[in-house]
Each structure stands twice: as structure tokens, then as C-alpha cells.
């Protein structure tokens, strides 16, 4: 799939970070959740879409409330 034209590195890592500064995932995250959410809560939950990706740590786990046993 073709995105348009080659972008410099430089500039596309400038262009991330912009973005993760701005929290942009976090926003589009948060248009998911309920209404009156924040986006503490939707670092809450991309943490623990992450934390559940990897192994396990009972430690991380037990303060994002999951359950694997």
C-alpha cells in the first residue's frame, strides 16, 4: 500500500513525536470510551492493551486489574 510520497526520516520522526506530544493515540483512544472520560483514562487503557501483549508481571498486572490465572 502506497501512503503518497517518501518522507525523510528525520522529518517523519520529528512528525511522531509532534504527535506523541500532542497525544493524538490518546485522543482517538478516548473518542472510544464512555462519555466523560479522561484521558488519564485512556492512558489507563493503552496501558493495559499493552501489559496484556506481554509477558507476565504480577506486579504491573495487579495495579491494571488483570487477571490472567
Do not use: F, W, Y
Amino acid at each position: 500500500m502506497h501512503r503518497g510520497k517518501a518522507t525523510d526520516p528525520t522529518q517523519a520522526l520529528a512528525t511522531l513525536e509532534r504527535m506523541m506530544r500532542a497525544q493524538n493515540g490518546l485522543r482517538l483512544l478516548l473518542t472510544q470510551l464512555p462519555p466523560g472520560s479522561t484521558l488519564a483514562d485512556a492512558r489507563r487503557v493503552r496501558e493495559r492493551i499493552a501489559q496484556e501483549g506481554r509477558r507476565r508481571c504480577r506486579m504491573l498486572e495487579r495495579a491494571l486489574g488483570i487477571d490472567r490465572d
